[in-house]
Every structure is written in structure tokens, then in C-alpha cells.
């Protein structure tokens, strides 16, 4: 591998902070309609109960994030820090690292997935009753989204390590966005949670397929192989990721205990009106955290 000059102007992004942060927040909206969308939609044409399911199913899938170990949210610091040096050698050899990280994961996830696919009927028979199946077919799907999103997520770090939240955000946008208009069209057409989840494991594997095209396009010289993986580089991200992901690590497990819990003991009802403010204050953190999240690969790249 030979470097590479890119044709960035700006490689520590101090320009785009502005631009980021305000394309950050106009396509979070997106998100925040959809979430007064969604849970209307569903409980309006297949019930609370329903809407209780899809909320439990998601607080056991979001368990599984924690098997991430925050790594791809070290590859747009260390894109940010190569690209800025003129390293493209070293940035090749940092993403090709962690696609073999995530791909490790990625396979542990899918795995993890099969066994709750399986366990679900034995566990919460009693407490979702008939809908058990439904939610175990859910989990699958959702699962698997899930190990195609860690598959493929080095491709947001390279994205956000070039300094384009527009683009990062953009394409979450436009998933979201299909995903909640495709959700309608199903409900309207009879279709069930099984098949609400089936419509947004499609969503993601496009998206995150457009993204890793895109990875390429806004990162000249960016080749990935199997071969450029070094492990002193993989401890090396695997350590940041770790330390990023530390505080968010008990907030996660409370919430989806509290969820789990509530479902299992007082049903998927309770469960869906819980969730609904709890939503809400979900929306009120991301929007604050939206202006940090752009400063980490500004920070990489100005380090020496």
C-alpha cells in the first residue's frame, strides 16, 4: 500500500461543525415523527397488546448491542487522525481491523440471536401468551438487522470520520423514513409484526450497503482486506471503544431489565404505555448528544 493524497481542504472538519451539527438535528426530525407515528399506526390496527410486543422485542434485541464493545465508534477518530496526516497506509490498516472485529461480532450476534429465537417460548410463554411466537420470529428478525448493522458499521465510522454527519445523517434519515412509510403500507395491507420486522430487516441491509458504497466515495484510497488487519491496532481501538461505551452501559441494562420486567409481570400493554414518554426523553438526550457526537473525529484529527 502506497499513501494516497486526499483532496480534503479541511481535514480536521473545523469548517463543517456548523453544518454538521444543524443537518444532525434537521434529520433527527425525521426520527421524532416517526416515533409519534409508528406506535399510533401499530396500536390503532393490531392493538396495544401488539404494540407491547414490538416493544419487548426490541428491549431484548437492545441487550445484544452491547456485544459492539463500542469499536466502531473508534474507527471515525481514527480515520479523522489518518486522513489528516496523510496516512492513508495506517487508515487502511485501523478499518480493515475492525471489519474483522465486527465481523467476529457480527457472527456472535446472529448466533446469540438463534438462541433467543429458541428460548423466548420457554421463558415468556405465560407472561405474552399466545403472541410468544410472534415475538420470538420478531426477535430473529430484529436480531439479525442488528448483526448486519455491527457487519457493516465500520462503513458510518469512515463516513463520520471525513467529517460528513450530512451524509451519515442523510442516510439514517431516508432509512428511517422508508422504513415508517413501508410500515404503513404493511399495516394498511393486513401485515403483522412478523412482517413489519421482515420490512425493516430489508430497510437496513440497503442501507447499510448504500453506506458502505458511499464509505468508499468519500474516502479516496480506502481499500479494506483481511490481510491489512493488525492486532496492536485492534487493542488499540478495541481500548478506546471500550472506554466510550462504559457510561451507557447501566443506563442500558436498567432500562431494558425495567422493560423486560414490566412486560413479563404486568403484560405487553403495560409495557406500551411505559414506553411512550420513556421515547420521549430518548429523543430530548440524543438531540442534546447530536452537537458531541462530531467533535470526536475533529479531536482525532488535530492529535499528533
Not at 481501538?237 to 462504559?246: A, C, E, P, Q, T
Amino acid at each position: 500500500m502506497s499513501n494516497t493524497p486526499h483532496l480534503d481542504e479541511d481535514p480536521t472538519g473545523s469548517k463543517r461543525v456548523i453544518w454538521n451539527v444543524i443537518t444532525s438535528w434537521g434529520s433527527y426530525v425525521v426520527f421524532i415523527v416517526s416515533g409519534f407515528i409508528m406506535p399510533r399506526m401499530i396500536d390503532e390496527f393490531i392493538g396495544q397488546v401488539s404494540l407491547g410486543i414490538w416493544d419487548f422485542c426490541w428491549s431484548i434485541v437492545n441487550y445484544l448491542t452491547m456485544a459492539g464493545i463500542g469499536v466502531g465508534s473508534s474507527v471515525n477518530r481514527y480515520v479523522a487522525k489518518y486522513r489528516a496526516a496523510n496516512k492513508i497506509e495506517e487508515l487502511c490498516i485501523a478499518v480493515s481491523s475492525v471489519v474483522l472485529i465486527q465481523a467476529v461480532i457480527s457472527f456472535c450476534v446472529f448466533a446469540v440471536t438463534l438462541v433467543l429465537v429458541w428460548t423466548i417460548p420457554i421463558f415468556f410463554s405465560e407472561s405474552l401468551g399466545p403472541e410468544v411466537h410472534v415475538a420470538s420470529y420478531v426477535v430473529g428478525f430484529l436480531g439479525s438487522s442488528l448483526a448486519v448493522q455491527m457487519a457493516f458499521d465500520t462503513s458510518r465510522g469512515v463516513v463520520t470520520g471525513c467529517h460528513r454527519w450530512d451524509l451519515h445523517n442523510s442516510i439514517n434519515a431516508s432509512s428511517h423514513a422508508s422504513f415508517t412509510l413501508l410500515m404503513i403500507i404493511t399495516l394498511l395491507l393486513g401485515g403483522g409484526l412478523i412482517s413489519l420486522s421482515v420490512v425493516y430487516f430489508i430497510v437496513i441491509t440497503i442501507t447499510c450497503v448504500t453506506r458502505m458504497t458511499l464509505a468508499h466515495q468519500v474516502c479516496p484510497g480506502l481499500r479494506v482486506r483481511f490481510s491489512y488487519a493488525k492486532w496492536s491496532q485492534a487493542k488499540k481501538m478495541l481500548s478506546f471503544g471500550g472506554k466510550s461505551i462504559v457510561f451507557g452501559i447501566t443506563p442500558l441494562i436498567i432500562t431494558q431489565t425495567t422493560s423486560v420486567m414490566i412486560a413479563s409481570n404486568l403484560g405487553p400493554a403495560a409495557l406500551a404505555v411505559f414506553s411512550r414518554p420513556l421515547a420521549l426523553i430518548r429523543h430530548v438526550q440524543t438531540i442534546i448528544r447530536k452537537f458531541s457526537f462530531v467533535l470526536t473525529p475533529m479531536a482525532g484529527s488535530i492529535q499528533e
